[in-house]
């Protein structure tokens, strides 16, 4: 059967050429043509994506005559490997391998469609910024690292990919390189993905000394081939020897899971190294949209269901999972409930559903995770191009305290921004409610510790609803608290995405977990159970939640709406606990004082050493030169007997050492002492 | 008889030597050399080399050594001063001379035997003995035929070291004004 | 009576240590080039010994040889020797220990 090719390699490859095209020439064309290419090139991919997915989704029975009725020109999972390759050491071998299945296909539509909405929303957000072809050439590097992290086929390949959004993230948050406080954050998360990505290569190694490779078809067959072998093996009882190697105990597979995971908290801004996502707003708000809402931060997600049958084999990985993901989930609401800027909320908001989605991983409910993501995609993104066109409107001020009665000006940006507000809390028929349901329900499944987590998971619902009505109407709603200046008007090229996020926040669930599920059960294993024997349960779950989000609403409108000094009148209540939200629970303190301090010490300490060993090694080489240089100064007098004398010495030595038979030597002195002394 | 005079001669050589070390004046030590350099070609002659004991009469004792005492004479070099002496000359020079001597003369008295020379006998073998094997013919046949080139290239040396000479020696050469 | 040719040997290696002694211990430059004469003396006598002994005329030829160069050598080092006596004024080995004339 002829393959068609689908030229997977130039997904990535248009946003590299968009970003060398922009980096290099970008200052010395005129904007527009920065503008084409920027928003192009994603484009293109984005095309090229849709039509993989047409290709390997329409039914074309005449491209494979023998595979039936249901064929497609292109099947699942479709692999494209560039000729020759990569590495080739010894028993290690890594190819430049492109892998198409339904997982990556999903990440990629989002990537790519979510990613061209908002370059189109850069061209008039950062029409007026000096910079813009260096933003859109940095914004189109980002794509091309992100689609090399979703097609990769093999875990060096992503790795390169992951490393390469880290690097992006770095250059687009610092992108206003001129104020101290986006320099910083740029490096704080530099700095704390680059701990994950510790954690990721160590994974990298324990994996290729466990199963000898990188590629994830290869590490999964293994996997599920040892498994099925695992109890003949064990006893003995196979008469022949698999060549698998020997099986890697559970503790081991949970070991370099637990490294993968350490990566994944990493990128995902989970519990322990979530401190550089807030910090991350110092950038442009689009590249807050794309980068740290829809895609880089979902990449950990990604990873994990992508090598699903690893962590599948170690349940207490699993576990770990579902613990960091609840609890990153609760902490990061309730963080958001204080915070004055409109782009602080939505990071501390996009923290808590990214704990979502991790806890959705550790019930093993994969394509429940990957289904928020695609949602939680539509609708964070929505959310921070509003409050871009907010602060646009606002010129510039991110305060929401200053904000209010927006919702006349802005009418476009109020009534997008109300439908992904309305989704985020997870009402129903918009689509977080389905995706967030699914991940709550699968968790209550999970036996007791399952319940416990859909408990927690059920109070951030709450919280959610209730700091996302907080912003809603504290910017929208009342009186302005500010005089608006000059009201900017939103251009086209901003509004356009916004709607079209919003139809997709709109209808994006009424796909449904089930058809989700089966679409996804090639790439992330089948569905656990299925709902249709806990049909009772389920309904009565549902309807927690969205009592919950009703809850948060009525308080919201409460205490924001009806009585906007209750909230201070509350906070002066509580002022221990007031201050510990605000202060974001001093983690970025205790982290500065427990790790950053005596590592500076450490390092000012070893600097000192080093150098001194370095001078001193140096001073002593100088040092011995001269000495030897003095000494041998002496030997040319000028002096020519002594010359002469010297020349007849080494005569006299090479005389010596060629003519004598000194083997001999030896054993004629002794005869000669003897005769001499025999005398 | 070859040991007569292989006697004789050979102290001769020894006697100018030493004369040559022992003499302050230089026109002496050159005096001495010139026995030395005599004794020393008819050492060659008892050797059977007559070419080169002729050789070193003509070039040696009657070209190099007139060319050192016209030098001598030329310069004015008076008897040799006593200056500092060299303790490197002494401490380490001796010594080492007396290694090299000791070294060769342990070899060549240790070299077991390698040969009596006879008078009248040279470089022909028993075999060949003939008018047309003297000395002069078979260096002239090798020297004219094999080593041709080195024997020219030994000519265009000895043009190049007049050269050098005529030109180190001028009198108004640039770096050769005294110090006054 | 026939000389052993070790004798010869005994007489060069005699003479090429005093030569060294000489170029040690003499303090005039031209006595000094004297002694370097002798050495070469000595070097050609052992030469003419072995080319008896293996009957080899290329030994008398590399003494031909020696004398050809070291007359040319005599020459510009008698001229180099007069130089440097024109510009020190002395013949003394031990007052000539600059390298710049």
């Known amino acids: 059967m002829n393959v068609p090719s689908l030229h997977l390699w130039l997904i990535p490859i248009l946003p590299f050429a968009g970003f060398l095209f922009n980096g290099i020439l970008g200052s010395r064309i005129p904007k527009r043509l920065v503008t084409a290419v920027g928003v192009l090139a994603p484009l293109g991919s984005f095309l090229l994506v849709l039509n993989a997915a047409a290709a390997s989704m329409i039914s074309a029975p005449e491209s494979c005559p023998s595979c039936g009725p249901a064929a497609t020109a292109v099947a699942l999972p479709h692999v494209e490997t560039l000729a020759h390759a990569w590495i080739n050491l010894g028993t290690l071998h890594v190819d430049f391998t492109l892998a198409l299945d339904q997982l990556s296909l999903v990440m990629l539509l989002v990537v790519t469609g979510v990613g061209f909405l908002i370059h189109l929303y850069s061209v008039g957000y950062m029409g007026d910024e000096e910079g813009y072809a260096r933003y859109f050439s940095y914004l189109n590097l980002f794509l091309f690292f992100m689609s090399v992290l979703v097609l990769a086929g093999n875990f060096l390949l992503m790795f390169v990919g992951w490393e390469g959004v880290g690097l992006a993230s770095y250059l687009l948050i610092g992108f206003y390189f001129n104020k101290t406080s986006a320099a910083a954050a740029g490096k704080k998360a530099f700095i704390v993905n680059r701990i994950g990505d510790f954690g990721f290569l160590i994974g990298l190694f324990l994996l290729l000394a466990e199963f000898g490779t990188l590629t994830f078809r290869d590490i999964a067959w293994k996997l599920n081939t040892m498994a099925s072998f695992s109890i003949f093996m064990h006893a003995g009882a196979l008469p022949f020897n698999p060549g698998l190697g020997p099986i890697?105990?559970?503790?081991?597979?949970?070991?370099?899971?637990?490294?993968?995971?350490?990566?994944?908290?990493?990128?995902?801004?989970?519990?322990?190294?979530?401190?550089?996502?807030?910090?991350?707003?110092?950038?442009?708000?689009?590249?807050?949209?794309?980068?740290?809402?829809?895609?880089?931060?979902?990449?950990?997600v990604y990873m994990i269901a992508r090598m699903h049958t690893l962590f599948d084999h170690a349940p207490f990985a699993l576990l770990v999972i579902a613990i960091m993901g609840a609890a990153t989930a609760f902490f990061a609401a309730t963080m958001g409930l204080v915070q004055t800027d409109i782009k602080r909320v939505l990071a501390y908001s996009t923290i808590s559903q990214l704990g979502y989605m991790f806890l959705g991983c550790g019930v093993a409910a994969y394509s429940a995770a990957i289904f928020h993501l695609v949602t939680h995609a539509f609708f964070k993104a929505l959310l921070f191009l509003g409050a871009g066109s907010v602060i646009h409107a606002m010129g510039g001020d991110q305060d929401l305290r200053n904000m209010g009665g927006l919702r006349e000006k802005l009418p476009v940006t109020y009534w997008t921004m109300t439908i992904a507000v309305f989704t985020i809390a997870g009402f129903p028929p918009l689509a977080a409610f389905f995706s967030k349901d699914a991940i709550l329900y699968a968790a209550y499944l999970h036996g007791p510790t399952g319940k416990l987590l859909w408990f927690v998971g059920l109070v951030t619902a709450f919280l959610t609803s209730l700091y996302m009505f907080r912003l809603w109407y504290m910017a929208f709603h009342g009186k302005p608290r500010k005089k608006l200046g000059h009201h900017h008007a939103t251009p086209v090229s901003m509004l356009i995405p916004l709607v079209i996020l919003a139809v997709l926040s709109f209808c994006g669930g009424w796909i449904g977990i089930g058809n989700v599920s089966s679409y996804l059960a090639p790439s992330v294993g089948a569905p656990r159970r299925m709902s249709a024997a806990n049909a009772g349960p389920e309904l009565l779950l549902t309807l927690a939640a969205v009592a919950v989000a009703l809850l948060g609403w009525y308080i919201a409108y409460l205490y924001y709406s009806r009585r906007p000094e209750q909230p201070a009148q509350l906070a002066a209540s509580m002022p221990a606990g007031y201050e510990l939200l605000v202060n974001k629970y001093y983690v970025d303190e205790i982290y500065g004082a427990v790790i950053v301090?005596?590592?500076?010490?450490?390092?000012?300490?070893?600097?000192?050493?080093?150098?001194?060993?370095?001078?001193?090694?140096?001073?002593?080489l100088g040092g011995m030169a001269g000495f030897a240089g003095m000494i041998l100064q002496r030997w040319q007098s000028g002096n020519l007997r002594s010359y002469a004398a010297w020349l007849t010495a080494g005569a006299a030595a090479v005389l010596l050492f060629a003519l004598v038979p000194w083997s001999a030597v030896w054993p004629a002195s002794l005869h000669f002492i003897s005769k001499v002394a025999g005398h | 008889m070859h040991l007569i005079l292989f006697v004789l001669f050979a102290g001769f050589c020894l006697a100018g030597a030493v004369n040559l070390l022992l003499q302050t004046h230089p026109i002496n030590s050159a005096l001495s050399l010139i026995v030395v350099m005599t004794s020393l070609a008819v050492l060659y002659l008892l050797l059977g080399a007559e070419f080169l004991a002729a050789a070193q009469i003509i070039v040696y004792a009657g070209a190099v050594m007139v060319l050192f005492t016209f030098v001598v004479m030329l310069l004015n070099a008076g008897r040799e001063e006593r200056t500092l002496g060299s303790r490197a000359a002494s401490r380490i020079g001796f010594p080492a001379v007396a290694v090299v001597l000791a070294v060769l003369a342990s070899l060549f008295i240790h070299a077991g035997n390698i040969g009596t020379a006879h008078l009248g006998t040279g470089l022909e073998k028993a075999a060949t003995a003939g008018a047309d094997n003297s000395n002069l013919t078979l260096l002239s046949q090798v020297l004219f035929h094999e080593l041709l080139l080195p024997f020219e290239v030994t000519s265009i040396l000895i043009l190049i070291a007049i050269l050098g000479a005529v030109a180190l020696a001028r009198a108004g050469h640039g770096e050769g004004t005294a110090a006054k | 009576m026939d000389v052993p040719l070790n004798w010869y040997l005994l007489l060069s290696a005699a003479l090429f240590s005093l030569g060294v002694i000489g170029f040690l211990i003499k303090r005039n430059l031209i006595t000094v080039f004297m002694s370097i004469e002798l050495?070469?003396?000595?070097?050609?006598?052992?030469?003419?010994?072995?080319?008896?002994?293996?009957?080899?005329?290329?030994?008398?030829?590399?003494?031909?040889?020696?004398?050809?160069?070291?007359?040319?050598?005599?020459?510009?080092?008698?001229?180099?020797?007069?130089?440097?006596?024109?510009?020190?004024?002395?013949?003394?080995?031990?007052?000539?220990?600059?390298?710049?004339?």
């Not at chain 1, 301090?597 to 001194?612: D, M, N, Q, T, W």
């Not at chain 3, 293996?54 to 590399?62: S, Y």
């Not at chain 3, 040889?65 to 013949?91: C, K, N, S, W, Y």
């Open chain 1, 248 to 300: 890697p105990s559970t503790g081991l597979l949970t070991v370099t899971a637990l490294c993968l995971l350490l990566g994944a908290a990493g990128k995902s801004a989970q519990l322990p190294l979530y401190i550089w996502l807030p910090d991350a707003m110092e950038g442009p708000t689009p590249v807050s949209a794309l980068i740290h809402a829809a895609t880089m931060v979902t990449a950990g």
């Open chain 1, 597 to 620: 301090k005596p590592l500076f010490a450490i390092s000012k300490y070893g600097l000192g050493g080093v150098e001194f060993l370095l001078g001193g090694a140096a001073w002593l």
């Open chain 3, 39 to 101: 050495m070469l003396n000595a070097v050609n006598l052992s030469f003419v010994t072995f080319a008896y002994q293996w009957h080899a005329v290329k030994g008398q030829i590399f003494v031909f040889f020696v004398m050809m160069v070291a007359a040319a050598e005599a020459a510009v080092g008698l001229a180099i020797i007069i130089a440097v006596f024109r510009a020190r004024a002395t013949l003394s080995v031990d007052r000539i220990d600059l390298m710049k004339l």
